[in-house]
């Protein structure tokens, strides 16, 4: 091994996302999808795997985002120690019956069916007979006040948006939701499957597991005793609890469609073509190491840090002494989310300082960027425009800062600074001009780079954008190991386990007291 170089520890293979956000049209394509696929079932009306969130926005659930409140993710404590923010064993144990850190019911929304029979029952007159409402928890009539995307094109923002979390610090009052004047953009979220999840952590019985072949962090429904610490742990709140059955259930990142080396439903059915699938090493001994990094804005770094070059030769040696497959290790190379995040680091994670290491990236959007420079009437098409509109413009990069570096505006604003050299330096290439490479030297790019970047984000057809390698025939038993009984086998009624029927109660979903604000905390 030569000198200086540090030894590569315990290879492990997880499979990753990247979305690239200026392609998101806001259709909810995907989310309509996911939840015809997997929740459209009796006990998870309301539960939304993929949603697609307007930004400045409180999100779904409201202020999710808000851990001094929800108490998600993990911190360090006094000794530098990595421990959750929802407390240790005592805490927790305390807490098991009664838990004050979840979301009510009114944070997510009640869900409704319609009195349809109305329709053709009621008697003739001069009135048209109408739909209406009902709460299918109680059966009784309810109104409509929320839903996964109420905020959608920031319907509502005068009222809500000023109770996103992000929008925090002296910079925060000079955010204006006039529409003339404001930025938005659509963020498309589901779990995040981390390298350190919280929720796993967090489960009293062992029922939320990472998967050692390809790092999907799935329930065994069998061990879920409905105790929903994994739903306070989860700083994304992407864990719902099944009322009808008391389990807990998540995102799968379709692992079905994974291990037949085929893409997740909301890839394949993705409108924007934004979505980006691949293969990453990394070094399991070092995430531990890397997620207690002592200051939030080195933790971009220290993922980064744990991801390994699989083009290295003694990154390879090592991947095959842990038995990762010679084909998964030539999917790792062709990766278009190691290009991504770690080879042109254009992509960041969502919320780093929560300290899960979350595998679903983001490319940040330019457009906000964009709009700003015409609405102070320069010109998009020039990079000296946008360049210092980048470096002055402090809404919206805080905010972007805010979601993807830890407030580390240098970051985002590296990021921004490269695609619009990109993005300059293509169009004056696809004008059939030379193009001014001295502008991708200024943000670290060659011209080989750039025409490969711009064949990545802008023009990659599906098998470069999705490079997902199919599961091999000798792991097939450990794989559908836990995938046995599982308890949602019919429509909303739990499948036999072995007499251990776990229920929870409407109450269950707790409901916020009265006095509370519908986009603020309580």
């Known amino acids: 091994m030569p000198r200086g170089e540090a030894p590569v520890g315990r290879v492990m293979a997880q499979i990753a996302m990247v979305m690239n956000l200026d392609k998101c049209i806001g259709c909810h394509t995907c989310s309509v999808t996911c939840k015809q696929t997997w929740t459209n079932r009796t006990g998870v009306e309301y539960a939304w795997f993929n949603n697609v969130e ?87 009539p309810t109104e409509i006040t929320w839903g996964a995307n109420w905020e959608d094109g920031l319907g509502g923002a005068p009222e809500n948006a000023g109770g996103d979390p992000n929008l925090s610090g002296e910079w925060a009052e000079k955010v204006k939701f006039e529409f003339e004047q404001t930025f938005l953009f659509h963020l498309p979220r589901l779990c995040e499957h981390c390298l350190n999840p919280a929720c796993v952590s967090a489960c009293p019985s062992g029922a939320m597991y990472k998967r050692v072949e390809d790092g999907i962090v799935l329930v065994d429904q069998d061990k879920c005793r409905g105790w929903r610490m994994c739903v306070t742990a989860c700083p994304y709140k992407k864990v719902y609890v099944n009322h009808a059955t008391g389990k807990a259930e998540k995102c799968t990142f379709c692992f079905p469609r994974i291990e037949a080396g085929q893409p997740t439903v909301c890839s394949e059915t993705c409108v924007g073509r934004l979505r980006y699938l691949g293969l ?94 015409d609405a102070a009437g320069g010109n998009q098409d020039d990079p000296d425009h946008v360049f210092a509109a980048v470096t002055r413009l402090r809404i919206p990069l805080e905010y972007l800062a805010e979601l993807f570096s830890a407030g580390d505006t240098d970051v985002v604003g590296g990021v921004l600074m490269k695609l619009t050299a990109l993005r300059s330096y293509m169009r004056e290439r696809t004008l059939g001009e030379e193009g001014d490479e001295a502008v991708l030297k200024a943000v670290g790019l060659t011209a080989r780079e750039a025409e490969d970047l711009h064949r990545l984000l802008a023009v990659a057809k599906y098998d470069d954008r999705y490079v997902v390698p199919a599961a091999h025939k000798e792991d097939a038993a450990a794989l559908t190991a836990m995938e046995n009984r599982c308890p949602v086998e019919s429509s ?13 109660g409407i109450p269950t979903l707790r409901r916020r007291s009265p006095e509370t604000p519908a986009g603020g905390r309580p």
Do not use: C
Request: charged share 30%; net charge negative.
């Open 54 to 140: 307007t930004k400045p926005g409180v999100g779904y659930p409201r202020r999710y985002e808000d851990q001094e409140q929800w108490k998600g993710g993990w911190m360090l404590d006094r000794r530098g120690r990595l421990v959750l923010r929802s407390g240790g064993r005592v805490k927790r144990l305390l807490s098991l019956f009664s838990n004050p850190d979840l979301p009510s019911l009114e944070d997510y929304y009640e869900p409704v069916t319609y009195d349809y029979d109305n329709l053709i029952s009621a008697p003739a007159g001069p009135d048209m007979p109408v739909a209406r409402p009902r709460s299918v928890l109680t059966g009784k």
């Open 280 to 373: 990453l090493l990394y070094d399991a001994d070092r995430v531990g190491e890397a997620a207690a990094t002592p200051d939030e804005k080195d933790l971009l770094d220290a993922q980064r840090g744990v991801f390994l070059d699989p083009s290295d030769p003694r990154v390879i040696a090592a991947a095959r002494e842990s038995g990762i497959p010679e084909d998964w290790l030539e999917a790792a190379r062709r990766s278009p989310v190691y290009a991504l995040v770690s080879k042109y680091k254009v992509a960041l994670p969502l919320h780093p300082e929560y300290r899960t290491l979350p595998m679903v990236w983001y490319v940040p959007p330019l457009s906000p960027v964009l709009d700003a420079v």
């Open 492 to 504: 909303g009624d739990p499948a036999p386990s072995d007499g251990r029927r776990v229920m929870l």
